[in-house]
């Protein structure tokens, strides 16, 4: 038996005390406490975000640029708070999760850049989309220090958004042993001619 990561017992924790926070019946005299318990992802809760947060690619200089108001006019309030505030959408919760194209692209929801082939995407059964590799440059890593550890924090080479982060070694049979975990909410899809499907 496979002794889970760390990552995955907190995803665990969060989603079993929010599928728990919904399942409480509301009390009138609670309410204006149970709508701020009823959450539909980890970084409003402010202990959890500030752990799956990180702030360390907002000093990157990125081709890009535009500020806070700028971005918030293009981007909807779930892609401005993961692609420009680093948070963390739900597990199994994302368009693309089980999204299983044989060709196409996915790019940055942020600025359209092209981010991953579709032969890039495999079934790893963590709840967000995962890939074995990216397209060459389109993806920048750094070390993100957040939540206790050292991990590998992707974001778009283009515009800075934030993608998601980069495990190594946990053993799925891919050419490259890795696995970019990657909010959907992150991406768009075009299929093979470059036309979009899906706008999130």
Known sequence: MRIPSFPTIVRTFYTLTNATSRALPQHKALLPFTR??????MPT???L???FSSAASRD???PVQKSD??????LNKEQFRVLREKGTESPFTGEYDKHMPTSGVYACAACDAPLYKATHKFKSGCGWPAYFDSIPGAVTRHTDRTFGMART?????????HLGHVFK???YPTPTDE????NSVSLRFADGDGEEKSKV
């Open 45 to 47: 809760i402010p202990f």
């Open 36 to 41: 701020g318990t009823v959450l539909k992802s």
């Open 179 to 182: 696995r970019h975990c990657v």
């Open 169 to 171: 070694g946990e053993g």
């Open 60 to 62: 990157m200089s990125h």
């Open 153 to 161: 924090e992707i974001v778009c080479s283009n515009c800075g958004g």
């Open 49 to 51: 975000g500030s752990l």
């Open 69 to 74: 108001e700028e971005w918030q006019a293009v």
